[in-house]
């Protein structure tokens, strides 16, 4: 063979091998936890402490409502859920009424927030909602999270060392029906999850994936509090470095919440990876500088377009089958269903699109919930244009912050 088909094949075998690596060592890490837990009745339980979940809401996700269920009936904890939306006209809104008025005895309440309490959408409603907050731990929750009852058990659990500040889930995507949710679960299986679980429980290097995580008051307030990442983009990321910071030590849980994808579509799968890929370009930019490493297909295929012979085209084959079986075994040890042989094809896609996502990671504009911003070092956000002058500023806010607990809901919906 010639130089550039060795170079080929080298490639190729040395990107199949670090996937192969970091699967194995992700599937290693979720088949230790599990046995350990297997040989206990029950996690250790600390004592009972009061938590506030907050959830800021934006737009109907798939099967909103039935995500809002699933906290209904946690056990071991008191808690509190705190629901936020940024405006009645959001979608939203009304799911959240209906949701309390449906449950009319249980501690929750719906906040409309002030979207300009930060740039960053989602901690501005975080910030009116920890403002409402009674528990000493604080939850984080996105709207697209569904949980099992022992939540709070399996997370909560950590802060029985009292060195622990914060605690974030492994999230894995489910309930897929289209091609579109499909590959969105994929790209959380293969290329979120084991990232966090290497990086986390290997490296020592915690990933803190704000999708579902919790925080001490003390850690919190160490920390700055929610207002010091108002106009950060990894609000997660940056709570978890300013925690280590004050001395608290940071967690991964490894019992995994649920990603509700259905459905969705290719632009906001697209948007969403686009901006994690600046997010992680902006925090560690050596380690992204070599992301699409680990894509044997992708890495495979360009090198088949540069090097068209034999030995470069069995690579390629090679690559896509031993990607295809760690993806299998990928989505299986998460606890998701084997992917379908109808959907092989999409996890030779998800390379491109990842390669895609990776270029356009290092441009520093974004696009968010209708914000021009620009992302600066640590993924600080500043305004691209002229913001819009607020009504507010002239007639004052409309229920800026104001609550509507389940009894009032229950009370609306009757009228």
Known sequence: MTTFEWGAVGLTALSLALNLWVVATAAYCIWRHRRSRARVEAWPNPRRRRVSILKPLAGEDDDLRGNLESFVGLVDHD???????????????????????????FPARLVLTD??????????????????????????SDSNVRVAPDYLRNLIGSFSDPTVGLVSNVIVGTSEWTSTAWLENLLLATHVAPGVLVSSLVMRQPITVGK???????????????????????????????CRAAGYRVRLCLS????RNASGGWRRSFDRHTRWARIRRAMAPAGFLFEPVVQPALLAGIALCCV???????AFLVACAGQ????????????KSPLPYRYLPLDLLRGGLLLVCWARGWN??????GNHLRIGRNTVLKPRRRARLSSSGLDGPILDGHSLDTQDAHKAIKA
């Open 115 to 140: 979207p300009d309490a930060a740039r960053n959408p989602k901690v501005a409603q975080l910030i009116c909602l920890e403002q409402h907050a009674a528990g000493d731990i604080i939850i984080i």
């Open 308 to 314: 068209r012979t034999l030995p470069a085209f069995i």
């Open 256 to 259: 995994p919440v649920e990603n």
């Open 212 to 242: 579902s995580m919790a925080l001490t008051r003390q850690a919190l307030d160490a920390a700055g509090g929610l207002a010091s990442v108002a106009n950060v983009l990894a609000e997660d990321h940056a709570l978890a470095r300013r």
């Open 364 to 369: 520093t504009r974004i696009v968010w919930r």
């Open 79 to 105: 808690y509190e859920l705190l629901l936020g939306v940024a405006s009645a006209d959001d979608p939203a809104w009304e799911i959240a009424r209906a949701f309390l008025g449906d449950h009319p005895d």
């Open 324 to 335: 295809m079986l760690l993806t299998r075994w990928c989505t299986t040890f998460l606890g």
